[in-house]
């Protein structure tokens, strides 16, 4: 079962965002996950386009932490500390996917493996 305290604190982000902090956030996620060696050489992140999310993020956070959610983010660090934080944020971002995600364009990249897949095996898959 979930924790409230972390709920309650996860909701007040979510609720204390708007459509430009969760793009912030998600292109903030994406430029960290570009540093992975298997997807740093899909994109050109410069460390001043690094630098520029992290400022971004840091102003994000600091906003959220200390000024929209204080009293949640008192209580979470009070209750179950850095784990707490990992999973209220853990909602935010999964809103802020969810925000890029709606584009019409996103959703329709990512739908293009679907024009590849084998139809004659889940044909048979629901033969059986």
Known sequence: MANPVP????????????????????????????AHPEMNKLTTITPAIRNDADRGMAQLVTRLLTENCAEQTRAV?????????LSAFRSLGEVAMMELMSNAEVSATISGYTKFLDQSKFEALLRK
């Open 7 to 34: 709920n309650q604190l996860g909701e007040c982000l979510k609720s204390s965002t708007n459509g430009k902090d969760r793009t912030e956030l998600a292109r903030w996620i994406f430029i960290s996950m570009s």
């Open 77 to 85: 660090m009070q209750a179950e500390g850095g784990q707490g934080m």
